[in-house]
């Protein structure tokens, strides 16, 4: 543990990845930039925003649904982390989370068609998605949105940043995604949407991970068309339940990403959860906020 | 992934009404100082008449909230504007760095008024949590920060550079030409 720190917090925020990016500082060690970490941290966040935005023409995810079908596509590092990380994840649930969803998105009007790019196969499917050494491939053409795990990721980087610049405690907040640094407790209110909400639920962590989503309508009205991940990915169809979900895991990328699984598989989730060392709390107009447990 | 889960009843919650909750991250120096260390800027408020107005609506798409504009011109052409947008649910005051071309340099957020379920920062609310749990008292000695919710959009912010950019290149570029 560090001897002494300077005074702090700080706390800045910067609009990427379609929300508000806010990184905190609470305690760093001497000799450490502090704003020059955050400002760094950020350029990372603003990095992966690039790579991994659907709608920018020059990301790698538009470069990989324009092409990624004739040929293998070479992407960077952390596009191919964050792709293999999904791939796992999906193979791991059975397709219940599946970034090739996009192209039902843009059939429903949810996402602009991705310039230059041929029509996504409707049968394609996070199977057709192949890791290779010298990039990605698609076995068919497809459209990939890595909307339902970037911010995980990008929560995670900038969290990497900071460690490395020698900042000691703080955290990453990608619009709800929060990522730990040092070992808290750190205490993080979980919320379920608007208005005065019927039970408060706080969780205290050490160093992790907390993502929220919320299938409400009220937090889809909010968001207009930005709710669209939440689809079952093995249904290729909108989830019908209406409730939030907020999963704890040593990683935001896992965090992020298992919201969806939860949201649409409930408690059959827990096996993968319990792989990934994480729990899961849900929350519902009747119940409240409840750990989720197998059914009876 | 070890934690500690605490639930508080509801009842504790009905008297509580919502409010506006503002989180203060940078003062518009500290953001020019950030975005053009030890450069020298000059402050001026731009009155936009109403032609102007049409015309950034027209180029943008979107009408300015307000006819004053906040402006530091640098000494070699750079441009640091202060602005608000204003959401459904939010007031967000933010900065926006132009080099002398007129590109984004950066876009930092100053100020955040979230009227979103932000009663959960009331006093009275994290007062319910002393001591009110099953288990070892809980102290809060300090504000909750941490909240953890599903991503709410921020595409006002997105619209609001838009908007500046059209301003600047109507409104202020010409005369840094």
Redesign the interface.
Same mark, same amino acid.
């Given at each position: 543990m560090p001897s002494s720190f300077a005074p702090g917090p700080l706390?800045?925020?910067? +609009?990427w990845l379609?929300?508000?990016v #806010?990184i905190?500082v609470d305690r760093w060690w001497p000799g450490c930039d502090v704003?020059a970490a955050v400002?760094e941290a950020f350029n990372e966040v603003a990095t992966i925003h690039h790579l991994m935005s659907f709608r920018a023409a020059d990301s790698d995810v538009a470069r990989l649904n324009r092409s990624a079908h004739r040929r293998a596509v070479p992407i960077d590092r952390r596009t191919m982390a964050v792709i293999q990380a999904a791939q796992m994840l999906s193979h791991a649930c059975d397709g219940v989370f599946d970034v090739t969803l996009a192209g039902r998105w843009v059939a429903a009007g949810l996402l602009p068609p991705p310039a230059g790019s041929p029509p996504a196969d409707p049968t394609a499917s996070y199977r057709d998605v192949q890791v290779e050494d010298d990039g990605v491939r698609f076995l068919k053409p497809l459209w990939i949105d890595l909307g339902g795990i970037a911010?995980g990721f990008a929560a995670d980087s900038a969290a990497r940043v900071l460690r490395l610049h020698g900042v000691w405690e703080g955290?990453v %907040?990608?619009?709800? %995604?929060?990522v &730990?640094i040092g070992p808290g +407790?750190?205490? =993080?209110?979980?919320?379920?949407?608007? /208005?005065? +909400?019927? &039970?408060?639920?706080?969780?205290? =962590?050490?160093e992790?991970a907390? #993502? &929220?989503?919320?299938h409400?309508g009220d937090?889809r009205r909010?968001? /207009?068309l930005?709710?669209i991940a939440h689809w079952h990915g093995q249904q290729r169809m909108p989830l019908s339940s209406s409730c939030?979900v907020?999963v704890? #895991?040593?990683e935001g990328l896992h965090a992020d990403a298992l919201t969806k699984v939860v949201l649409a598989s409930g408690s059959a989730a827990l096996p993968l959860l319990a792989h990934y /060392?994480?729990?899961a709390?849900r929350h519902d107009e009747l119940g /409240?906020?409840h +750990?989720l447990q197998a059914s009876a | 992934m070890d934690h500690r889960f605490l639930l508080l009843p509801a009842t504790a919650l009905i008297s509580v009404a919502p409010s506006l909750h503002a989180t203060t991250y940078l003062t518009a120096d500290q953001a020019r100082e950030l975005m053009f260390p030890g450069r020298k800027f000059t402050h001026e408020e731009v009155l936009l008449t109403p032609e102007q107005v049409r015309a950034i609506t027209q180029a943008s798409g979107i009408k300015p909230l307000s006819t004053r504009l906040q402006l530091w011109r640098g000494a070699d052409g750079e441009r640091f504007i202060v602005d608000e947008v204003l959401g459904r649910h939010e007031f967000i005051t933010f900065a926006l760095g132009l080099d002398a071309a007129g590109a984004v340099t950066d876009v930092e957020i100053l100020q955040y008024n979230e009227s979103y379920g932000s009663e959960i920062r009331l006093a009275a609310w994290r007062a319910q949590f002393t001591g009110k749990h099953d288990g070892a008292p809980l102290k809060l000695d300090q504000d909750i920060q941490n909240i953890s919710a599903a991503t709410l959009s921020c595409k006002h912010i997105t619209e609001g550079v838009k908007r500046l950019l059209a301003t600047d290149a109507i409104v202020l570029r010409p005369r840094s030409a």
């Open positions: 706390e800045r925020a910067q +609009p379609g929300t508000r #806010a905190r704003q400002s911010k955290r %907040d990608a619009g709800g %995604d929060l &730990t +407790p750190h205490r =993080i209110v979980l919320r379920a949407g608007a /208005g005065s +909400p019927d &039970t408060a639920a706080v969780v205290e =962590i050490g992790g907390v #993502a &929220t989503s919320s409400r937090v909010r968001n /207009g930005a709710a939030s907020s704890l #895991a040593t /060392g994480a729990v709390y /409240g906020w +750990p | -």
